[in-house]
Structures are given as C-alpha cells and as structure tokens.
C-alpha cells in the first residue's frame, strides 16, 4: 500500500484527547500520514515521518469526515406543496408521510437506487462520509425488503423501518399492521439490515407498540435504534434506554426523567436541527443534554418530509445558533457523536487505526463551519484514504 504524508495542516480536528487539546483533540500545524485505508499518524508536522507521496493542505483545516447517523433516502417524490404550505401557517403532521408512500411504491428499482446515489453523492460533497439510511417509505413486505436491498447496496449502515407509520392498506386494524411488521416483513428485512427503528409518537406507534417491534428485530440480530418524541411527549426516549437502544433520535420535548435516563445510560441522543429548521417546531435543548453528559451526535434526518437537507455544515450551524451548542460541541457531535450513534469506533476520528475519511476546509479553523453558515467551505474529501472530492 501507498503511504500519504498531508501535511502543512493549519488545524487538525482528530478526536483524539491524547493527541491535542480538549475533547477535539486539537492540534495545530498538524500533519496526518494514511496508510492505505486507514491512519497511520497524526501529530505536529515538524514531527511527521517520511511517507512515499506528500499532500500540502495549505494552511487549511482537517476534520474527520461527518458520520450522518439518521436519513431516510429511499423514497421517489417530493413534498414541496405541503412544505409550502407549513411555511404558510399550516402544522406538521405525522400522517405526510403517506404521500411519499405513494411515490415510492409507484417507483421502479432503479429509480429508487438512482435517488440513494444522488443524495448520497451531495452529501459527499458536504464531507459526509458515513451515511446510515433507512425504509420506511414502502410499509409492504415486498416494498420494504427492496427498499432495504437498495439501501444495502450504497452503505452498511441499513435500518429497518416499516414501522414508520401504520401502513394506509392497515389504517383499520394497527394491530394487524405491527403483527406484520413483526412477522413476516421482519423475516423479509432482518438479512439487508444492521438495525431495527420505530416512530414511537402520536400518530404512529405506542410504547408497547413500540417495544414489541423493537424486541422483535432484536430477536432477529438487529440493534435498535428510535425516532423518540419528536412531536410531543411521550415514551420513546424512556423505550431507547430501557432496550439499551444505540441511539434515540430527535428528543425535542424531554422530561427530566427522560434527560436522567439519557445520562445513565449508553444510548446516544441524536438531534436533527433540520427538523425543527423545516417544521418551525421547537428546538431541542442540547445544552441542558451535554451540560449533564448525555452523548449528543446531530445528523441531517434528511428526507422529503420534513427535512429535506443533507447537508452537515448545515446543521451544525443551525445547532451553534439556535440549539446553543459551541462550534467544537457541534463539531464532535457531526463527527464523533455520530460514529457513537452507530457504535462505530473505526469512523469520526483522525486517530491512529481509524478510516482515514477526511474533510480538508477552505478556512483555517473548523470553528467558520458555524462562522460562515452556508458557504461552501469543503475543499476536498477523503474517503477510506482516496480522495473523491
């Protein structure tokens, strides 16, 4: 293998305390040596080793590539008309979803692959270089498993997620629906799929709705993860920690019983700033999460509903400025938080044996990702240690 000296680093982001400083693992005029797929070293470039190609970076700054640990991509369509008209006064609702249902199923295969690719080539061109993405667009057991087929075929990080909402063809017998999901649909999904998600919220599935669907793809080998009180107060969050879930996702209204159960146990709150952006909804309260030492990731929720953004600088601005998250907190939580989400070790750090995906900046500092929201500040992108933007 090929050994790559990418030097004159103005700052380097690893996520490595022992290699800089604080939880960013900071260190300045840096240099990073990939050896093939991975890292080989980080550390002062006056320090770095001899390495058969060099790269100069100019002065600018390197992060680990963003990990976006929650997006739906496998849908047809879009829903620019009832954005507009939420935009225009009206609430966001649940029940939306239906509409990209239709799309989707109406959707050939390679139509359904071609989005995957586009999306994630966008989102690959905004330093994103880990992606999970989710069904839940099809809530039939031929249209999920292809869903889940498709996804497989652009990341490893699959969910599954035909509890999206009750399936319209099951609008009157919800218990029908999740003995389904369950079932027979589980049995079609588990062998495409890493992980198993629920909509646990008003308008979708109960608590014990909930913990039936996620017990069952446990049972199956699937980890778990929650879409867990997005619109209004409920169990979600509670659920995550109870099953020891990766990741409970969106935790906008939180009790402090919620908030203590985040901080005494492994689950990951996961906050999506472009749900709240696209919904005028309320802003999770991320301070008062980190403040008590819940491990918070942000990622995009991109999808045509109610985020329809795949764009981490993006977000990562949005939690800076409206969720009160300092730019090294948000900068971690796009990186680090996100690799946490999908209990993923090897991603989201410049650390010696990680993947050595990486994002060069056209700034100094990653501090003007939040600075100088919405110029496009990636220069290049790296990916398993090959440059592919």
């Given at each position: 293998?090929?050994?790559t000296?990418i ?12 290699l ?13 040596v990939?050896?093939?797929e991975?890292v ?9 080793p001899?390495a058969?190609?060099?790269?100069d970076?100019q002065?600018r ?25 939420r935009m ?20 050939t295969d390679?139509?359904?692959s071609?989005n ?7 989102a690959?061109r ?9 069904s839940g667009?099809?809530l039939?057991?031929e249209?999920e498993?292809r869903?889940?087929r ?8 699959v ?5 999206h ?12 629906y999740?003995?389904?999901?369950t ?18 919220e ?6 014990d ?14 980890q778990?993860?929650?879409?867990a009180?997005?619109l209004?107060?409920?169990?979600g ?11 409970a ?9 919620d908030?203590d ?19 005028r909804a ?13 491990t918070?990731?942000?990622?995009t ?5 109610s985020?329809f953004t ?12 409206d969720m009160l998250?300092t730019?090294?907190e948000a ?6 938080g996100g ?5 993923r ?36 992108v790296?990916r398993?240690g090959?440059?592919?933007?």
């Amino acid at each position: 293998m090929t050994t790559t000296l990418i030097t004159n680093i103005g700052s380097l982001v690893t996520n490595d305390p022992t290699l800089g400083k604080g939880p960013l693992g900071l260190i300045e005029d840096a240099a990073l040596v990939l050896d093939g797929e991975t890292v080989a070293w980080a550390g002062p470039a006056a320090q770095a080793p001899a390495a058969d190609e060099a790269v100069d970076a100019q002065g600018r700054a390197v992060i680990p590539g963003f990990v976006d640990s929650h997006s739906h991509l496998v849908f047809a369509g879009d829903r620019t008309a009832e954005f507009n008209a939420r935009m225009s006064g009206q609430p966001y609702k649940a029940g939306g979803i239906r509409t990209t249902v239709a799309a989707t199923r109406a959707a050939t295969d390679a139509e359904l692959s071609a989005n995957v690719a586009r999306y994630m080539w966008e989102a690959l061109r905004q330093g994103t270089t880990t992606f999970e993405t989710k069904s839940g667009y099809g809530l039939t057991v031929e249209d999920e498993a292809r869903a889940l087929r498709i996804a497989a075929e652009h990341t490893d990080e699959v969910t599954y997620l035909g509890a999206h909402i009750v399936s319209p063809d099951y609008s009157d017998d919800p218990a029908g629906y999740v003995k389904l999901v369950t079932g027979e649909m589980l049995d079609a999904c588990a062998p495409y799929a890493r992980w198993v998600d629920v909509f646990c919220e008003k308008g979708a599935f109960d608590g014990d709705q909930a913990r039936a669907i996620l017990k069952a793809g446990m049972a199956k080998g699937l980890q778990a993860r929650v879409h867990a009180n997005q619109l209004s107060y409920g169990p979600g969050v509670q659920l995550a920690v109870e099953l020891d879930a990766a990741s409970a996702d969106h935790c906008t209204h939180l009790t402090s019983a919620d908030i203590d159960a985040l901080a005494q146990g492994n689950t990951v709150a996961t906050l999506l700033p472009g749900a709240e952006f696209s919904t005028r909804a309320e802003w999770p309260d991320a301070r008062r999460l980190i403040d008590v030492g819940v491990t918070v990731a942000l990622s995009t929720d991109c999808n045509p509903g109610s985020s329809f953004t795949s764009s981490m600088p993006f977000c990562i601005a949005l939690a800076v400025r409206d969720m009160l998250m300092t730019p090294d907190e948000a900068v971690w939580s796009a990186t680090a938080g996100g690799a946490a989400a999908l209990r993923r070790t090897d991603v989201g750090r410049l650390g010696v044996g990680a993947r050595a995906d990486l994002v060069v900046l056209d700034a100094p500092s990653h501090v003007h990702l939040a600075y100088r929201p919405g110029v496009p500040l990636v220069a290049e992108v790296w990916r398993k240690g090959a440059r592919t933007v």
